[in-house]
């Protein structure tokens, strides 16, 4: 009996080989769309792209032909990569504004570079690079290590960072300097102003009592 149908199990046999191959093939590049579309959550367009992701699971259309994962990918992988690049350019345009700021100032410029190199490095103040993100392989490395609220993150931190960095060179140059902050509040009109202002002189007055201020 076996031996009459074993034109039949041949073909099925080399049929379900050729499945398996299929499947070897374009489950890796599913799973690195899921991967992807996980880290272009809020992205324009990136949610049509999540349903046709979608679809392909509950359909099991994984192996029709064409591909249907290509087409996620490439759309999916273009969008993190302008996004990325993006939020780099955001960094660095924030640093460079931040660094203009401090080199301009007094006291950073009496500093000798090793000390402001020192001082930044303490403030965690550094250009960043945007590894290599060719491939969607090297793109989902490159978001793991820093993904785009990171980026933004790093962004917004610059001017504290930077703030940190100007005090300390104050602080070298006068050495009992002390930050003081300024009272926090809505100003509506000039009598608020004005009370803002006197409470504002009050607290610096009081802590020009101990030396410099810093604001």
Do not use: Y
């Not at 379900?16 to 799973?31: C, S, Y």
């Not at 345009?93 to 490095?121: G, N, S, Y």
């Not at 902050?181 to 007055?205: F, K, M, V, Y």
């Amino acid at each position: 009996m076996l031996h009459e149908k074993a034109d039949d199990l041949t073909q099925h046999i080399a049929e379900w080989k050729a499945t398996a191959t299929k499947i070897a093939q374009r489950l890796p590049d599913f799973l690195l769309a899921e991967q992807l579309l996980a880290q272009a959550a809020g992205l324009a367009g990136v949610d049509a792209q999540a349903a046709t992701l979608n679809g392909i699971r509950t359909n099991r259309s994984l192996l029709d032909d064409p591909d249907p994962t290509s087409s996620v990918l490439k759309t999916v992988g273009s969008a993190l990569r302008a996004a990325l690049m993006a939020a780099h350019a955001h960094h660095a345009a924030t640093l460079a504004a931040e660094r203009a700021k401090l080199d301009a100032h007094p006291a950073w410029q009496a500093l000798p570079p090793p000390k402001q190199a020192a001082l930044l490095q303490s403030a965690g103040i550094a250009a960043l690079p945007l590894t290599a993100m060719g491939t969607d392989e090297e793109l989902l490395s490159a978001l793991k290590s820093r993904d785009l609220a990171a980026w933004k993150t790093l962004a917004d931190a610059l001017p504290t960072r930077c703030a940190k960095a100007l005090a300390a060179a104050i602080k070298e140059a006068e050495p009992k300097a002390q930050r003081t902050s300024l009272p926090g509040a809505t100003i509506r009109n000039q009598a608020e102003l004005e009370n803002w202002l006197d409470q504002a002189r009050a607290e610096i007055e009081l802590a020009l009592g101990t030396g410099p201020v810093i604001l």
